[in-house]
């Protein structure tokens, strides 16, 4: 797609920049200690904590990943939400309390507090940092994708831009400022999705949202049992595929993708995106130096009250979800294709009934024969509603209040604030789905180009608070790789008695390491939706540290050896189904249908892996004495 920078959009984000490394030198001066560092002292209140937890939570997954989802296929992208707000259940009734209790500064000293052993030390530390970097590649992958509309700059100088920011929030002042920049944008991002969700509400459907839009180039035909047979205008027929109802055109020496339509004597219009085996992306049929590329998203139909309207006015919440299931939208559908010796990716026209986009089944095939399609959506479910609790980023944050009591309210009103986020993406993605916003080759904008829509301030205010969600976001995750490194590994299992100052500094180096690693993961995997990529690393956090967090707690039999085999296990078992899966197969450039496992989600089988490890060794090897933390 072609983005031009706006002024105000730049001046705004740099000045959103600026505020955040203003926080991160004020607290630096204040940052002494390795329990400032790593935990902010423990003097956080629970309210700030609370909204901080959300700002840490929110990530570009929420925003970015989940909007986009919903955009191009309605309720599943929404089962994103759900699963990511049931997982905080978890973490209310079951690991808040009695973490705060047993951990000081990272997610091992909790598992290691009964134990003492060298490999918890070691396989938690891991474990902190293979799930931190697994997070850090989407929200990475986030950032690049603001950065192109925000400043028209490419992806990869977001991701560097990003990463640089960051590494001086962390490296500075550790877990203090991360807090506050956390919570800052967490309250911000409420408050903006709010009045976004209020300007649809407000504007309502409209059958042409823009003038702009939906200028599709068309053309009379012939066809016969979908087999495009003459055309007009001076078009010749390079060839076709009948299948998937495309043919390629040619007419002075220039190639080009349409779609068929409809049978017998009718048009043909271009798909919205083609691209080709060199590589090259054709925008409406012409290439993007040619700037046709127009916006995609809207509705087909609206009806009201069993009638056909042009549009609808202003509605209520409950009124736009009703009207939208009883319409029709346009939906573009991904197919790739061979053309001889070549690889074409189209986005058809899919004109979808919005009872169908209501329910499930978009993007899961849940009504499908297939067994494996029904076992990755329980997978992923199974992931979701486990992964919160054993994030070492969301961990932590328990280490920076008081009290296990101000633990449990943290989580509270961290509670309250993601769940009615969640409710708003679903708005935010059905807005963006019907108001021609669409960017078929990110479905991660989908929410800054809906807020765009409605004026360069709003989207202004909603990219540079996006951009500050991957800042508190990725800010988190290297302070907990950075505590992995210098706390765990090098001073706990590694014996290296160190200062203070010196674990600090310790500290400061890994989350640089850590950062440039992320940097480079980030525009690597460039393009991908940064929720899916989260699920995955929810995944690995679910298969490695929930079967051990949840036994330490509860199991007294549980042991040293035990834990460390399972989280070993676990994380292994989650990694390898994931690389061999179908969709990493996809981001190779290989064939998805030749991947050795079928599932894309690995916690079906990672997950119960785990706890059955963790029981099978706590039995052989148990450890004397040890009493569970609950």
Known sequence: MIY????FAIVLFIAFVIAV???????????????????AGGTIHWAVNGIAFAGDYLSAASFLGICGMIAF????????????????VVALFVVA?????AGKYTFTDALDSRFNSKGIQLMAAISTLVVSICYLIP?????GSLITP?????????????????????ATAGMASTTYVQFIKGGLLILFSSILTVALFVNGYKLKPHDDYHKFITLSVTSENGVVTSVA??????????????????KDGMQTWWQLQKEGKSVIETPSMVVLANGETLYNGAPKSERKFYQVGHMSKIIVDGKEVKETGSLGPFEFLSTITNSEVILFTKKVFKDGADNVTVWKHTPTSGERIMRPGLKFHLETDKIWDKIDFISLMLALFLGTSALPHILIRYYTVPSPKDARKSTIVAIASIGFFYVLTLFMGLGAMTHGVLDLGDSNMSAPLLAKFFGIFLFSCISAIAFATVLGTVSGLIVA?????????????????????????AGKISAIVVGIIAIILGILFKGMNVSFLVGLAFSVAASANLPAIMMVIFWKKTSAVGVAVSILVGMVTALVIILLSPDLYAQYGWDPATAPSPLGQPGIISIPLSFITLVVFSLLFPSKGSKPLA
Not at 29 to 38: F, I
Not at 97 to 101: G, S, W
Not at 139 to 143: D, E, I, L, S, T
Not at 481 to 505: C, E, R, Y
Request: charged share 15%; net charge neutral.
């Open 481 to 505: 790789a950075s505590g992995a490194v210098a706390h765990d590994l090098i001073s706990n299992f590694g014996g290296i008695k160190m200062t203070d100052a010196g674990q600090v500094k």
């Open 233 to 250: 205008d001076g078009y010749s027929i390079a060839s076709q595929n009948k299948d998937l109802g495309v043919v390629k055109l040619e």
């Open 4 to 7: 031009d920078a706006s002024i």
């Open 150 to 170: 925000l400043l028209g700059m490419p992806h990869y100088v977001g991701v560097i831009l990003v990463g640089g920011i960051v590494i001086f929030i962390v």
């Open 139 to 143: 929200q990475m992958v986030g950032a």
């Open 21 to 39: 490394l203003g926080i991160s030198k004020y607290f630096a001066s204040k940052t002494k200690s390795s329990a400032g560092y790593y935990a």
């Open 73 to 88: 296929l309605g309720y599943d992208g929404f089962l994103y939400s759900i699963g990511y707000l049931a997982g905080w």
């Open 97 to 101: 309390e009695p973490l705060k209790k």
